[in-house]
């Protein structure tokens, strides 16, 4: 069965370096998300893209955090400026129409230091 | 009036027993309402879902009632099993726009024991 895929599992990074954390989505989805988790709470919605556009964003999504679909297969997302606050699971998904299931990749655990 | 609000925190359930995890949300422009199962170290994974247009939906062992008057929706797990044993979020999302953001519960952290 087809999935999502991330890179890296785990992300470590000094506060105030910029990470780019990497997903493939499934091949023929349109619609892509990132979201996060922070240890122990709930996930939360950051963004989602479709048609090379961001769709929707959440206020934690702000001016430090950028998305991009360089090619035809992987979805990035950029974080400029890293807070010790980011530290989190990133999870990448996709769905094939916005009603659809979205099937989530198994996350980058980012920890900034 | 975006949340999703679930509870319990967490449950312990013997084997064979019915594990019983409830949402309730106050946005009533939500159309989908999916489960997702979450094991360590991995993604959520989509359990089983539905749309307010029935009442109730099984898959397996796994069933969703849902009470479109009270805003509420709840997730059975039949002869749960210690396999079963795992996080479970609720969430739900509204149509339009390009992309449906998903909007989690808290979720509940299941064990069960054997």
């Known amino acids: 069965e087809p999935e999502v895929t991330q890179t890296p599992s785990h992300q470590v990074t000094q506060m105030g370096q910029e990470v780019i954390l990497r997903c493939v989505p499934i091949?023929?989805?349109?619609?892509f998300y990132w979201y996060r988790q922070i240890l122990g709470q709930k996930v939360e919605f950051l963004v989602s893209?479709?048609?090379?556009?961001?769709?929707?964003k959440s206020e934690i999504f702000d001016d430090q955090f950028s998305v991009e679909r360089p090619d035809g297969s992987n979805f990035t997302l950029k974080i400029r400026s890293t807070k010790l606050e980011d530290s989190a699971m990133y999870f990448c998904?996709?769905?094939?129409?916005?009603?659809?299931?979205?099937?989530f990749g198994d996350g980058t655990r980012l920890s900034i230091l | 009036q975006q949340q999703v609000k679930q509870s319990p925190q967490s449950l312990i359930v013997q084997k064979g027993g019915i594990s019983i995890i409830n949402c309730a949300y106050e946005n009533t422009a939500f159309d989908y309402f999916p489960w997702y199962q979450q094991f360590p170290g991995k993604g959520p994974a989509l359990l089983i879902a539905?749309?307010?247009?029935?009442s109730e939906k099984k898959e397996g062992r796994f069933t969703i009632s849902f009470n479109k008057s009270a805003k509420q929706f709840s997730l059975h797990i039949m002869d749960s099993q210690p396999g079963d044993s795992a996080t479970y979020f609720c969430?739900?999302?509204?149509?339009?726009?390009?992309?449906?953001?998903?909007?989690f519960g808290a979720g509940t952290i299941l064990r069960v024991k054997s």
């Open positions: 969430a739900a999302s509204s149509p339009g726009g390009y992309g449906n953001k998903l909007v």
């Open positions: 893209f479709y048609n090379n556009e961001i769709s929707e």
């Open positions: 998904a996709s769905n094939t129409r916005s009603s659809q299931p979205q099937h």
């Open positions: 091949s023929n989805h349109l619609y």
């Open positions: 539905i749309r307010p247009d029935v």
